[in-house]
């Protein structure tokens, strides 16, 4: 018996099959995409949006100023604290957790961004005359009627980075409704990037109805990720829409080996039956779909992906044009008699697989025989009326039989985005359908990252007197200033009222009576990374020389964990070395430098030396011993 594949295998294996039905190479691990600052698209063009920033040390500014705009910044935990901060110029920051709702309405210039984990369990809005409104991070999960909707006049919305739909797809199929529904005849400027929607019947609507949808609206829709949705992602009514680098997966439920047992008996009793509403003589088909340009929509799909896609474009049409170029195929969100259809419908650059689709699907094969079902290809015909008629024509079905081709309409009457100036941000990166496969899969929707705040690498700076001073009664100050991610310094062997730290201006001061020799660190704490610190000898009566900083400079605070430290009486001034021994053997020369006579001190380090037992010899210039001593490390 073979064993089960698993999903991480199956995704490897669809992946490579991939890379040869493109005839390129597919990238098996795509490369994290920053976030953005300013949305591609309409919602860039007239809005700004509040984007928290942090402070040095790791936490976040509690007000930022952009585009002339102040923001206060502000954390909540609950549902309370959330409800009572959506306010204008106010960036809230939510922190992960299980929430109800959150409701935006009049809001100017908010911002609600979720750190990490953060779920709402019913629906969501953003309506009224709400403007610079920007969402991100965020999940509504098994919502019972809408996911986030947008209506009313609300203007420069943008939706980034957040997930939407259900753990597993409703038993109803009329209920929940949108995802994402965009409804009013006002609302307009709107980018949604980077999101998930899935597991979903209907996903999103632009416009309510025909009577909502023929003012300008203008929405782009960004490397989104349509997994497990039946139909309308979007159905698009009215406007400008741009869909630009999304990714669509078993769109139209044809995939099976991933869909419930309730999914899939669902999705089977819709593929092809009837509809009184429409010809009663004829086969009803009612396969899933993806974007569908319906009343007086432009629209523009360019470089996304559809991965095993039933039916993944498809401009509605005046009835009998929509006949004569698909067959029987009608429903009741892509046939248009009343209107006339879309306006424009242009496609370049799309990519698809459908190999994961079954090359049949399940349909009645007679009208008025409701038990007579067999599985038949895409294209099945039959005779009625004395002509051959197809549920789907063959002309109109990709290669294999498993998917139906993109739909264009008008391409020519089409809006162009480059029309508009600054449509593309600076940093823009253009990218091909088959990079959006693996790169949308990977970091739509929440959390594929989680927002935070990290500090800064440590800064610390000698900025005044000897590091080490011999000899001395009165400390020459000695004068350190700490900043980047550092919070405080601590500083070791300075007895308290030798040193005095100012933490407004950051810096720290040695200074004053030497009652006796000390050897002293200052370290840095706080910051990203490794802590930087200096060490340094106050000598009141004797000579003491440092060797590992022995030229003034930094020193990794990691040797004075393992330093040794040797006196000696020095006969005249000179050059000297300080030798380590293993046993007979010369192991290390710690030393050798000038020297001057009288009584000093020799610290060193001993980093790097496994243990054992060492002999040390301090030796002046002729080679003649001065002094020896043994040490050992454990």
């Given amino acids: 018996m073979k064993r089960p594949v698993s999903a991480k295998e199956r995704k490897h294996l669809l992946l490579v099959v991939l890379s040869f039905v493109l005839g390129c190479n597919v990238a098996l691990a795509a490369v994290r995409p920053a976030l953005e600052n300013r949305p591609v698209g309409f919602a860039g063009l007239t809005g700004h949006y509040g984007i928290p920033e942090c402070n040095n040390d790791g936490t976040w500014k509690s007000s930022v100023t952009q585009n002339g705009t102040t923001y206060t910044v502000v954390e909540v935990d609950n549902q309370n604290d959330l409800k009572s901060n959506i306010k204008n110029n106010t960036i809230v920051l939510v922190k992960p957790g299980s929430y109800t709702s959150f409701t935006i309405d009049g809001i100017s210039n908010f911002s609600l961004i979720g750190e990490s984990g953060v779920v709402f369990s019913s629906g969501c809005s953003v309506k009224g005359s709400s403007n610079n409104i920007l969402v991100r991070n965020v999940?509504?999960?098994?919502?019972?009627?809408?996911?986030?909707?947008?209506?009313?006049?609300?203007?420069?919305?943008?939706?980034?980075?957040?997930?939407i739909g259900w753990n597993q797809t409703s038993t109803d199929r009329e209920h929940p409704d949108g995802a994402m529904d965009i409804t009013g005849n006002s609302t307009t400027n709107?980018?949604?990037?980077?999101?998930k929607y899935m597991n979903t019947w209907k996903s999103m609507l632009h416009g309510s109805g025909d009577s909502d949808g023929l003012t300008a609206r203008h929405i782009t829709h960004y490397c989104n990720y349509y997994y497990n949705t039946w139909e309308r992602t979007p159905r698009i009514r009215g406007g400008e829409t741009h869909v630009l680098n999304c990714l669509y997966e078993n769109t139209g439920f044809g995939r099976t080996y991933n869909l419930t047992q309730t999914e899939y008996t669902m999705a089977k009793e819709l593929t092809c039956g009837y509809d009184d509403e429409y010809l009663s003589d004829r086969l009803i088909n009612a396969i899933g779909y993806g974007i569908m340009a319906a009343k007086q929509a432009n629209v523009n799909v360019d470089s996304c992906f559809f991965f095993d896609a039933l039916w993944p474009i498809v401009a509605s049409r005046p009835t009998a044009e929509f006949e004569e170029k698909y067959g029987d195929l009608q429903s009741p969100d892509i046939k248009n008699s009343s209107n006339g259809g879309c306006t424009a419908v242009r496609q370049r650059g799309n990519g698809y697989y459908d190999m994961g689709l079954p090359d049949k699907i399940w349909c009645r094969t007679a009208y008025g025989n409701y038990t007579d079902f067999q599985y038949v290809p895409l294209d099945y015909s039959y005779e009625?009326?004395?002509?051959?008629?197809?549920?789907?024509k063959p002309d109109r079905l990709n290669p294999g039989g498993r998917s139906i081709k993109f739909d264009e309409y008008n391409?020519?009457?089409?809006?162009?985005?480059?029309?508009?100036?600054?449509?593309?941000?600076?940093?823009?990166?253009?990218?091909?359908?088959?990079?959006?496969?693996?790169?949308?899969?990977?970091?739509?929707?929440?959390?594929?990252?989680?927002?935070s705040c990290e500090a800064t690498p440590p800064t610390l700076t000698h900025s005044g007197g000897a590091l080490t001073q011999t000899n001395v009664s009165t400390v020459d100050p000695i004068v350190f200033t700490w900043g980047g991610g550092a919070t405080d310094v601590v500083?070791?062997?300075?007895?308290?009222?030798?040193y005095t730290k100012n933490t407004g201006t950051k810096t720290l001061t040695i200074s004053g009576?030497?009652?006796?020799?000390?050897?002293?660190?200052?370290?840095?704490?706080?910051?990203?990374?490794?802590?930087?610190?200096?060490?340094?000898?106050?000598?009141?009566?004797?000579?003491?020389?440092?060797?590992?900083?022995y030229n003034g400079e930094p020193v990794d605070y990691s040797?004075?964990?393992?330093?040794?430290?040797?006196?000696?009486?020095?006969?005249?001034?000179?050059?000297?070395?300080?030798?380590?021994?293993?046993?007979?053997?010369?192991v290390r020369t710690a030393f050798t430098g000038t020297l001057s006579s009288g009584k000093v001190i020799l610290i060193f380090s001993t980093t790097g030396?496994?243990?054992?037992?060492?002999?040390?010899?301090?030796?002046?210039?002729?080679?003649?011993?001065?002094?020896?001593?043994?040490?050992?490390?454990d």
Avoid: M
């Avoid at 030396?609 to 490390?633: A, Q």
């Fill in 190 to 195: 709107i980018t949604l990037s980077w999101n």
């Fill in 384 to 392: 009625s009326g004395g002509k051959t008629r197809y549920l789907i």
């Fill in 609 to 633: 030396l496994p243990s054992g037992d060492y002999t040390y010899r301090l030796l002046d210039g002729t080679l003649s011993e001065v002094t020896s001593g043994n040490f050992s490390i």
């Fill in 411 to 451: 391409p020519e009457g089409a809006w162009n985005p480059s029309t508009y100036s600054g449509y593309y941000p600076a940093d823009y990166v253009p990218r091909e359908n088959k990079d959006v496969r693996e790169l949308v899969q990977s970091y739509a929707g929440a959390d594929a990252y989680t927002i």
């Fill in 491 to 498: 500083v070791t062997g300075v007895p308290v009222g030798l």
């Fill in 513 to 549: 009576t030497l009652s006796k020799t000390i050897n002293y660190s200052v370290t840095t704490r706080g910051g990203s990374g490794e802590a930087i610190a200096y060490l340094g000898v106050l000598s009141k009566d004797e000579t003491v020389y440092n060797v590992e900083d």
């Fill in 559 to 586: 040797v004075c964990a393992s330093q040794q430290k040797i006196t000696a009486d020095l006969p005249s001034n000179g050059t000297y070395t300080l030798n380590i021994y293993d046993g007979g053997s010369l």
């Fill in 139 to 163: 999940s509504v999960i098994g919502y019972s009627t809408d996911g986030l909707d947008i209506t009313g006049a609300a203007t420069n919305i943008w939706i980034d980075h957040c997930t």
